[in-house]
């Protein structure tokens, strides 16, 4: 450890003989020394001796008295500094020493000091350290220059004792200034004092001054000096504490003690901690710590704080378009703000208003209406300028912030329609957002966004676009209309993709029929005009569940053929019925087929009369066909109702039956068994004296043909049922066709009966002024499906309807192909419940949306026709004409002639 002595000449007091009686009441009991104990402490001597004392200096203390007569001198460092007292004797140099008599001590120490000293510079805390060792116990000893007593304090062995300037029950170093200190050991009898010293501080810490206070915008003042550096007896150099007061007289507050290298300093606004409000001066001035001692200060220097310039104002039009928001940044102390604005027509802009005051410091936004506040409300369409300034109390900004601009824009007005959004895949989905529009008058961009995924897929300026959903689902297709200033609004549409959608041509093609399997394959039968020379052919065509075609057959003869019904048996047979000229017994012939679920012909025949026989729809109950149509050999001029019934295996006739009543009779709307094959259904028309026809259904004995029931519906016009449909779970029978009830246009006629032929409810659907024809109709449970066409003038759409068991629509869908002509012939329902449709098109692809068909009561006479049940004596023949595969195009669009089309469409979609 270094040495204060080494560094300056130390004087030493020797203290003359301090006797004291037997017991000292102040000191304990402890083990003499005879080496005496080496005080270093921080300070100088003075330049001379020490002068007398004055007379009037020394005064009493409580519980001490004062020796009279005293002499002290001062003795070198290395002359004998530990004097020891035995009762009144001193050892020791008696020259140097003061002689006192007994009776003129008292049980206690007492000394006085003979100077007076400045007190000026002085540390508050003094550092003491001991060279030599110590006794195990003693007491270190202090008296101030102003003649107090001594004061003692025992202590243990320790290297280094601090007096601070706090003040405690014995001493405050601050106020004793120049001091002696003593070590005094007692050993019960005689005490002594070893190395006393005086301590005079003229050497304290040098004053640090400040450069630098700033002031000016924000919440801080910026203090900064030159680097410090002290060099101090004997202690380090510590660092530096800053001072604030609001007056430069103080009183002062520390702010914050910083490290020896620190230059400059920030001091903040803090609401709670530095209160004092904004363009009010303060007062700083630095100290340096040495040794923990705090050195005098420096120069006073003030600053204070301007409120900050606010940067940022961002004014922009909000999320409704009859108000724009105006914000700001924070400015830290402030509680309030002042928001000015001007609007921004062509030409010079004029001066800025007032706008509002915003009170509160944590409010940073204001929102500027069409409405409020009154008569400073904004407008559509109004560029305006805005600046802000803080305030605190009185006091505001000197400056106001840059401009920020902003103004209502108003958003984009979207409207968007949709044709062909609804149908089998592929999906081609015309959307319309043109209607669209900007209130601001400026241009429009759309964005398409076809799956709703977030990814805009195509962005154009015209709001007409065309997309093909390739993949069955449901979809939501997003239309995004940004305005030229962009602000966007969004507007959706769904689009359904259900099932699939297939076509196949050659030349000109018609579907009639369609039915499923218990795999879900579907089988369309119908017409093409493939080959030339051979007139029409029947053809049959064959796809999977997922639409891909499997086979495709056409029956060809030297003349015309058409296939016009289909049934499936449960080992997938396919059992066709139609109508040929090439060969048979007459004119036209009942022609049937049957093949295998490969395609293979198993067996051909035809079925007639030498006049004309047509066969029209077909059925399967247990191991029977039956098949109805209408026949002229009854009556050269009148048509009579036919049906066969046929064994399915061989294709021999069980019976053949007809039925007529004076009119024309003809069984082409079907037929069908009633639940567990109690009888057969069959529908069609009955012409009437006012050549009109009525609705003709009929229920006959499946083992006999025999008639067991009938019912004419007649509506004063034309009416014919194309279809009909058993429910088997009830037992009701429903038919479809058209009817002229509503002349001059046809509307399509739904009638439902129940197992007795009681009408059951009637009803007319379309709103077409020209042609309308209901072709199909299936039950699918609780509901039933109607398939057919529409028209006006020459254009013709498929309709696919939905009715509930009380004959309400449901649903209602409509299909165009590219051309605008197609139609819906043939309907069943799958095993997964999907409605499949056939037809016929010119177009490769029908798109079906949802659309809405007026409903009303169908009006009619229901009577009985009385009609007479006959035997026929037609002939079966087997035929060899060839059956071969078709040549025809999937998907081709041939525009000018009928294709064949087949839906299978999931209503869970759609």
């Known amino acids: 450890m270094l040495s204060f002595r080494s560094m300056f000449p ?16 102040v ?27 004055p007379a009037d200096v020394a005064t009493d203390h409580p519980g001490y008295t004062r020796a009279t007569n005293a002499q002290i001198e001062l003795a070198l460092a290395g002359s004998e500094a530990c004097q020891r007292s035995e009762g009144n004797t001193q050892v020791g140099d008696p020259e140097s020493l003061l002689q006192l008599e007994p009776d003129e001590l008292e049980p206690a120490w007492a000394i006085y000091r003979f100077t007076e000293l400045s007190t000026e510079n002085l540390p508050e805390v003094v550092r003491i350290t001991f060279e030599n060792p110590l006794p195990e116990n003693f007491y270190l000893g202090i008296a101030d220059y102003n003649g107090l007593y001594w004061h003692w304090q025992e202590y243990h062995p320790v290297d280094t004792i601090l007096f601070s300037g706090v003040p405690t029950a014995w001493m405050p170093v601050s106020e004793a200034g120049n001091a002696y200190l003593a070590i005094v050991t007692y050993d019960g009898v005689a005490a002594t004092v070893c190395d006393v010293t005086l301590l005079i501080n003229t050497e304290a810490p040098p004053p640090v001054g400040l450069v630098a206070a700033q002031g000016g915008h924000g ?23 800053l001072d604030r007061a ?36 303060l007062y700083y001035r630095l ?67 007032p706008l509002w005051h915003v009170d509160g410091g944590l409010t940073l936004e204001f929102e500027h209406t069409t409405a409020y506040p009154p008569g400073n409300h904004c407008q559509v369409g109004v560029h305006y300028d805005y600046q802000v300034r803080a305030t605190v ?54 964005s398409w966004d076809w799956e709703s995924d977030g990814t805009y897929d195509l962005t154009e300026e015209t709001g007409v676009v065309s997309h093909t959903f390739m993949d069955e689902g449901s979809y939501q297709a997003n239309m995004r209309v940004t305005d030229d200033e962009g602000t966007s609004q969004e507007h959706w549409h769904l689009a359904y993709v259900s099932g699939w959608l297939h076509s196949w041509s050659s030349i000109g093609e018609f579907g009639a029929a369609v039915a499923t399997d218990a795999s879900n394959n579907v089988y369309v039968t119908g017409t093409t005009d493939s080959q030339a020379g051979s007139g029409q052919d029947g053809v049959i065509l064959k796809y999977d569940s997922s639409g891909n075609l499997q086979w495709a057959r056409r029956y060809s003869a030297t003349s015309d053929e058409y296939l016009m019904d289909l049934a499936l048996d449960a080992a997938g047979d396919i059992h066709a019925i139609g109508v040929t000229t090439s060969v048979g017994q007459g004119a036209w012939d009942v022609l049937l087929l049957k093949l295998s679920p490969a395609g293979n012909l198993l067996w051909q025949k035809t079925w007639g009369t030498t006049a004309s026989d047509w066969g029209f729809k077909i059925c399967r109950f247990g191991d029977k066909i039956a098949v109805c149509g209408y026949t002229y050999a009854v009556s050269a001029t009148d048509a009579a109702g036919l049906l066969l019934v046929i064994d399915a295996t061989t294709g021999a006739v069980d019976y053949q039956k007809s039925v007529s009543n004076g009119y024309q009779v003809a069984f082409e709307g079907g037929i069908d068994a009633l639940p567990g094959n109690v009888a057969l259904v069959v529908g069609g028309l009955c012409s009437l004296p006012s050549s009109g026809a009525a609705g003709y259904v009929a229920i006959l004995d499946p083992s006999t043909g025999l008639l067991l029931n009938e019912s004419m519906f007649d509506s004063g016009g034309f009416t014919r049922f194309n279809s009909l449909s058993v429910d088997q779970s009830q037992g009701y029978i429903c038919l479809c066709g058209m009817s002229s009830c509503l002349s001059p246009s046809y509307e399509q006629v739904v009638l439902m009966y129940d197992i007795n032929l009681m009408l059951v409810w009637a009803k007319y659907l379309g709103n077409s002024t020209d042609y309308d024809d209901a072709q199909g109709v299936i039950f699918d449970s609780d509901k039933l499906y109607v398939s057919g066409y529409g028209s006006f003038n020459t254009d013709y759409w498929l309709t696919l309807v939905e009715l509930n068991m009380s004959g309400a629509i449901t649903h209602y869908w409509q299909a165009y192909g590219d051309e605008s002509r197609c139609s819906g012939t043939g309907i069943t329902v799958d095993t997964a419940g999907h409605v499949v449709i056939t037809g016929g098109s010119h177009s490769a692809y ?11 009561t169908a009006t009619g006479t229901v009577s009985v026709p009385g009609s007479t049940f006959a035997d026929l004596t037609g002939t079966v023949t087997d035929q060899l004409v060839t059956f071969m595969t078709a040549t025809g195009a999937v998907d081709e669009n041939n525009n000018d002639q009928n294709a064949i089309f087949v839906a299978d469409l999931d209503m869970s979609v759609l």
């Open 10 to 25: 130390i004087l030493v007091l020797t203290l003359p003989l301090l006797g004291c009686s037997v017991t000292t009441p």
């Open 27 to 53: 000191l304990n009991e402890t083990t003499n020394t005879s080496d005496p104990v080496v005080i270093v402490a921080t300070g100088q001597p003075p330049a001379e001796g020490l002068p007398p004392v």
């Open 219 to 241: 919440a801080e003042i910026g203090l900064d000096w030159e680097p410090v550096s002290i060099t101090y007896p004997g202690s380090e150099f510590e660092g530096l504490r």
């Open 246 to 281: 609001e007056n430069p007289d103080g009183p002062w507050t520390p702010v914050a003690d910083l490290p020896p290298s620190a230059t400059e300093y920030a001091d903040t606004w803090d609401a709670d901690a530095n209160p004092i409000p904004y363009a009010i001066p």
């Open 287 to 353: 100290r340096s710590v040495v040794a923990d001692e705090i050195g005098p200060p420096g120069e006073v220097v003030s600053g204070w704080r301007d409120l900050a310039r606010i940067e940022v104002v961002d004014a922009t039009h909000g999320e409704y378009n009859e108000r724009l928001v105006v914000s700001w940044e924070a400015i830290p102390g402030a509680d309030g703000y002042d928001l000015q604005y001007r609007p921004l027509p062509e030409g010079e802009p004029p001066s800025f208003e």
């Open 393 to 446: 109390g009185p006091n505001v900004c000197d400056d106001w912030s840059e401009t920020g601009q902003g103004y209502i824009n108003a958003l984009p007005e979207t409207h968007l329609t949709a044709t062909n959004y609804s149908g089998p895949r592929p999906l081609t989905v015309t959307f319309d957002g043109s209607d669209s529009s900007d209130p601001d008058g400026g241009p429009l961009t759309y």
């Open 846 to 856: 029908q798109q079906f949306w949802p659309g809405e068909t007026p409903t009303q």
